[in-house]
RNA sequence: GGCGGCGUACCCAAGUGGCUAAGGGAGCAGUCUGCAAAACUGUCAUUCAGCGGUUCAAAUCCGCUCGCCGCCUCCA
């Protein structure tokens, strides 16, 4: 049975759903200034293998990740840039797109924007203040933290402990120092709506609260995002749409934990970041299918909730991990047996039944993988034995699997077995593919003759071009790069 | 100061009370090869940061010590 650790509770628990088989999931999305970096890829990738999981179990996602497109950050970029914050948050929105598309992460049921809910996020407030867990100053609104006694629930911190901190912003109309923005008055060429306090822009945690109730209901299955989130935006979530329905607002957190450079947490204010799109640049002799599962493999190669540092290394270990599945899937390909019979045998059940029990426990997709890589031998010792059809079924029961954390999904004629670290050198001349298959001729020639040190020297000649060459047993000859 | 997490081989990483501590990368050896490469096979932690304790039994539970990280401010 599938248990999720939620952070709520603070203990694993199984999945309690409103509606029978049908689950409905909200993550925060990324705010829209800037390109996106490997940490929000991280984000998007375990939701997008928590979402492919829930569907291969047969349950129905209705999974909402919204885009916050009104914001501080948006409005100084826009005006840095002289132009309006439509324009900017209108690009990352596109940028933010483009790589997800990359990445391979599948769009969200449905994709909200904050800026497409500001009627909501009025009608949320005005209750609020009717019942009295809000006041206005000033053409300001905000929440009253200790009109809501379950405040601190979600983070485990009390209140008190907070406001002893330093760290407290100090605003003198605001009652209590915790209290929060709901909503904004907008200075002069800011973005602004009217609203019953005088034009103004919406705070930050009410969106998520509008958008989520808005498209999935009163009270979600699984709510999501880092782990950065839960204080104080999750904490806030909670608190504003609780006080508003009276309900749960969330049965289970699910909060991922950061990447890292230097053991330190990537982040733009601390500039330790790669974004993803500089990824894809930066390894570009790959095909982007490639550099994105292997990017993919890299992240879940880890349990979502520890802490994972990002390194060339990395990345490298993770394409030689890969490297070792689709030989395989070629071998397979090259034999091209038929399908035959769909049974699984009992060892084959076997390891479906490990790969589920890694999933079902709070999404192991570290473990998962092990159990990816058994299946591999198993069919690499069916190859050896000479069963075939053994193989590919083994082969089969793999690639549906993987695809499960979204691994295989390229013929295996299209994976390129070039060695990672070469991706980031920069390699002259010699694309020109006449001139290599022709140098690939000579070279064969020689062999027949058994000139080996012309053959040898030929071989050489094009590896410095970054083309790798593979004598097979039948006399051909294989070309990597 | 408050709350939380982590420390497993050369590197990455599962495992949270009981079969020989998964798996991957790197290394090494064998098979194969003209030599390579790739692949396959084998090998690689009597031990889980340290010290004490609980238990018939601990990497796993408890206590202390050391080291590292996150949140408490916008952040995935």
């Known amino acids: 049975m599938l248990r999720i650790s939620n952070t709520l509770t603070r203990q694993k628990e199984p999945l309690n759903l409103q509606k029978p088989g049908v689950v409905s999931l909200y993550v925060c999305g990324a705010t829209v200034y800037d390109d996106c970096h490997i940490g929000h890829a991280r ?34 970029r826009a005006a840095k840039e002289d132009r309006s914050w439509r324009a900017v948050a209108d690009e990352f929105i596109g940028a933010y797109d483009r790589d997800m598309a990359r990445l391979g992460v599948r769009r969200p049921t449905v994709a909200p924007k904050a800026t497409d809910h500001i009627p909501e996020m009025i009608q949320l407030i005005e209750t609020l203040i009717k019942k009295g867990v809000a006041y206005v100053v000033e053409g300001d609104v905000y929440f009253e933290v200790h009109a809501f006694p379950g405040y601190g629930k979600l983070s485990h911190r009390n209140p008190d402990d907070l406001m002893a901190g330093a760290r407290v912003e100090v605003d003198e109309r605001k009652k209590n120092p915790l209290d929060f923005a709901l909503w904004k008055n907008s200075k002069p060429g800011e973005p602004a709506w009217e609203s019953p306090w005088g034009r103004g822009r919406p705070g930050w945690h009410i969106e998520c609260s509008a958008m989520s109730m808005k498209h999935l209901g009163r009270t979600l299955d699984l709510h999501g995002g880092g782990e950065d989130l839960v204080f104080p935006h999750h904490e806030n979530e909670v608190a504003q749409s609780e006080a508003f329905t009276g309900e749960n607002f969330a049965t289970c957190w699910v909060h991922h934990s950061f990447v890292r450079m230097d053991r330190e947490k990537m982040s733009k204010s601390l500039g330790n970041f790669f974004t993803v799109d500089e990824i894809f640049k930066k390894s570009s002799r790959f095909p982007e299918a490639v550099i994105s599962e292997v990017l993919r493999f890299y992240l879940l190669s ?9 390194s060339n290394e990395g990345l490298k270990a993770a394409k030689a991990g890969l490297d070792n599945f689709y030989v395989l899937f070629q071998k397979i390909d090259e034999f091209s047996v038929d399908a035959g019979d769909a049974a699984e045998d009992e060892a084959l059940k076997k390891y479906r039944l490990d790969f589920e029990a890694a999933m079902d426990d709070d999404f192991n997709t570290a473990r998962a993988i092990g159990v990816l890589q058994a299946l591999r031998a198993t069919a690499n010792q069916f190859l050896k034995e000479g069963s075939d059809k053994k193989a590919l079924s083994v082969a089969k029961v793999l690639r549906e699997m993987g695809q499960v954390l979204g691994f295989f999904r390229l013929a295996s004629e299209a994976w390129r077995y070039q060695a990672w670290e070469s991706s980031l050198e920069r390699r002259a001349g010699m694309t020109d593919e006449q001139t290599i298959q022709s140098l690939i001729k000579k070279r064969q020639a020689a062999r027949r003759d058994k000139n080996w040190a012309k053959s040898d020297e030929i071989r050489n000649q094009l590896a410095e071009a970054g083309v790798i060459l593979e004598d097979r047993p039948d006399g051909t000859t294989r070309v990597k790069r």
């Open 43 to 76: 984000s998007a990738i375990v939701f997008d293998i928590i979402r492919n999981y829930l569907e291969y179990k047969g349950l129905r996602v209705r999974y909402v990740k919204n885009y916050t497109d009104v914001d501080d950050k948006i409005i100084v």
């Open 302 to 310: 880890t349990h979502y909730r520890s802490p994972i540092d990002f």
